[in-house]
């Protein structure tokens, strides 16, 4: 973004500002700020209320921040938690805390090691998963990552699509070029405590349709699975599969009918 004003803000205490042009942006106690704010640097330690839209080069949340309006950013990390009411825009996105965006979510990269939540649609070239994601519209991207949970009410659309079931994972719709998807060999103490507090979830993937050029699948319960080369893994439920070139099906699978297209 083009260079903004020189002056700053930083708020300690208990605070209000207006909105406007600004090098720095520090909250370490509480913060209001009424209006749009642009700026070279967001930082909130604190809790922030920003009335109005956020154009910032980076953004850094440690505390709890509330934003009224569309976030734009070059690279945003939060540690805390984070309320978008409009839409995020970011080349660079990492949540490791919580995060929910009543808009749209557009990225280039975005790691998601907490959880988050989107009630429009996520884009971006690169996405991780490795915590809880929810989506209720659509997710697109180059490649899809996941190994943790995540709900997509939409269709997930990626030429590689590579998912380790850690829990269970749902999208109404799949359709890539790669799809593998295959129940995690973790035995550590992270997985069984995972295992502990999610004892009424199996590990498997659930969707109406899965669609791709080359797929492996296990643990997966679908209506209908279509591609050109189709493995069909353990655990797996399918009630129909189309298939153009070759199809292999584990002998522990559920499959129903089976037609070469």
Known sequence: ME????KNISI??????????????KVNGSAHINGDLKCE?????????????????TAKINGS????????AKEMTIN???DIDGNLSCQELKVQGSSSVKGDLKGKEIIVRGSASVQGNLTGDEIDVKGQVKIKGDCEAESFDARGNFKIDGLLNAGTIDVELLRHCEAKEIG?????VKKTRDSSG???LIKFFMSNHNDQLTAEVIEGD????EYTHAEVVRGNTIEIGPGCVIKRIEYKTSLEVDESAKVGAQEKI
């Open 41 to 57: 640097e967001f930082k909130c330690n604190g809790s922030a209320h920003i009335e109005g839209n956020i154009t910032t080069g």
């Open 176 to 180: 890539g070029e790669n799809i593998t």
């Open 3 to 6: 260079k903004t004003a020189t």
């Open 12 to 25: 300690s205490g208990s605070g209000t500002s207006s909105g406007g042009e600004y090098n720095q942006v």
């Open 190 to 192: 992270f997985k069984k």
């Open 80 to 82: 805390g938690s984070t």
């Open 214 to 217: 080359h797929l492996y699948l």
């Open 65 to 72: 921040t509330h934003i009224e309006g569309d976030v734009e």
